[in-house]
């Protein structure tokens, strides 16, 4: 599956953004997706994840509460909304698919990674 993320900008502290992922492939469905990010400096950290029904979803505590994450299967497409959004949220956002039905929050456990989205979130 081949995946392109798209959406990143610079928005102010309070300011909500929305990221959009649009996956290839006939199978969609059957992969568990997430959103992972990297600021300068630090490693890729778990942001969210979904499974393929929808029907389960996993956020990280810094995020819990403020994003949101949603799939559409029948446009191949996830989506993460991002709202009240801080300067600490300011990092490069990478979509990425799992061949599975569980969710991971470990990066190495996906197997497939779109480009990265660059979100700037100035105080």
């Known amino acids: 599956v081949q995946l392109q993320a798209s959406g990143g900008g610079l928005v102010q502290a309070g300011d909500s953004l929305r990221l959009s992922c649009a996956a290839s492939?006939?199978?969609?469905?059957?992969?568990?997706m997430g959103w992972f990010r990297q600021a300068p400096g630090k490693e890729r950290e778990f942001v969210t994840s979904?499974?393929?029904?929808?029907?389960?979803?996993y956020y990280a505590d810094s995020v819990k509460g403020r994003f949101t994450i949603s799939r559409d299967n029948a446009k191949n497409t996830i989506n993460l909304q991002m709202n009240n959004l801080k300067p600490e949220d300011t990092a490069v956002y990478y979509c990425a698919a799992r061949e599975s039905i569980y969710y991971s929050v470990y990066a190495h456990d996906y197997g497939y990674w779109g480009q990265g989205t660059l979100v700037t979130v100035s105080s």
């Open positions: 492939g006939r199978t969609f469905s059957s992969y568990t």
């Open positions: 979904i499974i393929g029904s929808g029907g389960r979803i």
